[in-house]
C-alpha cells in the first residue's frame, strides 16, 4: 500500500529539531565571545558559513548586523562592505558550483581520457570566472542597498529592525510591520511619561552587610526605595503600583508578559492544539505544537486564527468573562505551556476581571500579536496592568529607574498598544526629563508625603 505521507512536504519549521539547527546555535553563542576577544576575521568566517545555512531563519538579521559590525570594526568604514561582498561573492559562488558539478556527475565516466579532463577543468575555470564576475555585480547592487539601509537605520537607532525587514519576508512577515511601529514610536504623541521620585532606602554597601550578618536576603542589583513615614522598602516596580494605588487609585499588578500570554492561552486554546497540521503533534504530551513560535505557526492556521480573533473582537463584557470562565474550568491542569495554573496573581476570578475591564476589541489585538509573531512579541510587554473595574479604567505601564533604559521590543510594545487606543506610558523613578522645557512643565510627584502613605 502506498504511502500518502510521502507526499507531503515537510515545512521549514522541521529544520529546528535538525542537528544542523543546533550546530548553528552553538556557532551563534560563540559569536560574541569571539568578538570580545577581537577575532574578527574567524567571527566573520562563521557569520558567513551560517547566512548560507538554511538553519535558523530568526537569526539572520543578527547574524547580518554582526558580520557588518566586525568587518566595521576590523576594517573601517570604507572597507567593511567590500570584504563582505569578497566574503559572500566566494561562499555563494563556491556553493552554487558544488551543487551544479553534483548534478552534472554521472555514473560511467570514470575511464574518460585524461586530456578530455583537462580541457574540460579550464573551460570550467573560464566559466567559474565569468558566472563569479556576473554574481559580484548583482551581489553589488544588493549590499549597496543594504549598507545605505544600515546608515539610514543608526542615524534613527533602529538598526536591527532596519536589517531584519530588508533580508527578506520569508525570514518573518511580521517584520516590516514592526519597523513601521518603531519609526512611528518616535512621535511623542504615541505614550505619556510620568516622573515620580522617592528617597532611595538601602545602600549597596548596607545591603551587603546585611546580607553577611544574615539579617536580609537583598536582591543587590536592584535598587530599594524607603517609605519614611511607615520604614518600609520598596523595590522599583512595586513603587511604581503604590505610587499609582495612593494618587491614581488603580488596583495594579506587576505580571509583564506572563497576563498577555496566559490570554493567548486560554482565548486561543483550540487553535494552538488544531490537531490537523501535519508533524505538529508527535506526542500526547507536548505542550505546545512543534511549530509554536515559527512563522508557519500562524500561516498555516490563519484562517481559523482569524475567526476566532474575529469573534473575541465583538464580545461584550459579559460574553468576553464567560468566554474566559469556559475555558479555564475545561482545561484546567492540561499541558499547556502559556497558563500557570498555580499562579496565585493570574488566577480565574482576576484574569476575569482584568479581560473584561480591557474589552474584546482590544485583548484581541493583544492576543493577534502573539498569534503572528511569539518569538518576538513573547517579551517587553509593559511592567504593569493598572485598572479600576468601578470606572472601566485599563493602564499599562512600564517602569524605569534611574539607570534604566527601553529596549527595542518595549518601544514596539507601546507603541502597539497605543495605536491599539490602550493607554500606557513610562513612569520614571527618580529621573528629569531631557528637555528642560519639559522639565519645567512637568510635576514630578513624590510618592510618599504626609497627607498620602
Given at each position: ?25 552553538v ?29 535558523k ?93 544600515v ?12 536589517l ?6 520569508v ?97 486561543m ?140 521590543v ?16 513610562v513612569?520614571?523613578?527618580n ?19 504626609e497627607?498620602?502613605?
Amino acid at each position: 500500500m502506498e504511502n500518502n505521507n510521502l507526499s507531503i512536504k515537510k515545512p521549514l519549521f522541521i529544520l529546528r529539531y535538525k542537528t544542523e539547527s543546533k550546530v548553528a546555535s552553538v556557532l551563534n553563542e560563540c559569536i560574541d565571545f569571539l568578538e570580545k576577544d577581537r577575532q574578527y576575521d574567524v567571527a566573520c568566517l562563521i557569520l558567513t558559513k551560517l547566512l548560507l545555512s538554511p538553519a535558523k531563519p530568526e537569526r539572520r538579521g543578527k547574524w547580518w548586523h554582526a558580520i557588518l559590525e566586525s568587518n566595521w570594526v576590523k576594517t573601517g568604514s570604507k572597507n567593511a562592505l567590500f570584504r563582505m561582498k569578497e566574503h559572500l561573492s566566494k561562499m555563494l559562488f563556491r556553493q552554487n558550483q558544488g551543487k551544479k558539478k553534483f548534478n552534472k556527475k554521472k555514473p560511467g565516466n570514470e575511464d574518460e581520457p585524461k586530456d578530455d579532463i583537462e580541457f574540460d577543468l579550464m573551460q570550467q575555470e573560464d566559466e567559474d570566472e565569468k558566472e563569479l564576475k556576473k554574481q559580484k555585480k548583482e551581489n553589488d547592487k544588493v549590499l549597496n542597498q543594504l549598507l545605505n539601509d544600515v546608515m539610514m537605520s543608526q542615524k534613527n537607532n533602529i538598526l536591527m529592525t532596519q536589517l531584519n525587514s530588508q533580508i527578506g519576508d520569508v525570514i518573518n512577515p511580521d517584520l516590516a510591520n514592526q519597523f513601521q511601529i518603531l519609526k512611528e514610536e518616535a512621535n511623542l504623541d504615541f505614550y505619556k511619561d510620568t516622573y515620580i521620585k522617592c528617597k532611595k532606602g538601602l545602600t549597596y554597601q548596607s545591603q551587603q552587610q546585611q546580607i553577611v550578618n544574615g539579617e536580609a536576603q537583598v536582591d543587590l542589583m536592584r535598587p530599594i526605595y524607603h517609605n519614611p513615614f511607615k520604614n518600609e522598602f520598596y523595590d522599583v516596580e512595586n513603587l511604581a503600583l503604590r505610587f499609582y494605588s495612593l494618587h491614581q487609585n488603580l488596583n495594579g499588578m506587576h505580571c509583564e508578559n506572563a497576563l498577555g500570554q496566559t490570554f493567548f492561552g486560554l482565548l486561543m486554546w483550540n487553535e494552538i492544539f488544531y490537531d490537523k497540521i501535519p508533524y505538529v503533534f508527535q506526542t500526547p504530551y507536548q505542550a505546545t505544537p512543534l511549530d509554536f513560535g515559527t512563522k508557519d505557526f500562524y500561516l498555516q492556521r490563519q484562517e481559523i486564527i482569524d475567526q476566532r480573533l474575529e469573534k473575541i473582537s465583538l464580545m461584550n463584557q459579559s460574553q468576553l468573562g464567560q468566554e474566559l470562565e469556559l475555558q479555564y474550568d475545561s482545561n484546567r491542569n492540561k499541558f499547556n505551556a502559556l497558563v500557570g495554573w498555580d499562579s496565585l496573581r493570574l488566577n480565574k476570578r482576576r484574569l476575569i476581571e482584568i479581560g473584561q475591564v480591557i474589552g474584546g476589541l482590544r485583548l484581541s489585538r493583544i492576543v493577534k500579536n502573539y498569534c503572528v509573531d511569539y518569538k518576538y512579541w513573547n517579551h517587553g510587554m509593559p511592567d504593569l496592568i493598572l485598572w479600576d473595574s468601578d470606572t472601566g479604567r485599563v493602564k499599562f505601564s512600564e517602569v524605569k529607574s534611574e539607570t534604566d533604559r527601553l529596549s527595542e521590543v518595549q518601544r514596539a510594545w507601546i507603541a502597539y498598544l497605543s495605536q491599539s487606543e490602550i493607554d500606557v506610558e513610562v513612569c520614571y523613578v527618580n529621573r528629569q526629563p531631557q528637555s528642560q522645557d519639559e522639565a519645567e512643565k512637568l510635576d514630578i510627584v513624590d510618592v510618599f508625603t504626609e497627607n498620602k502613605n
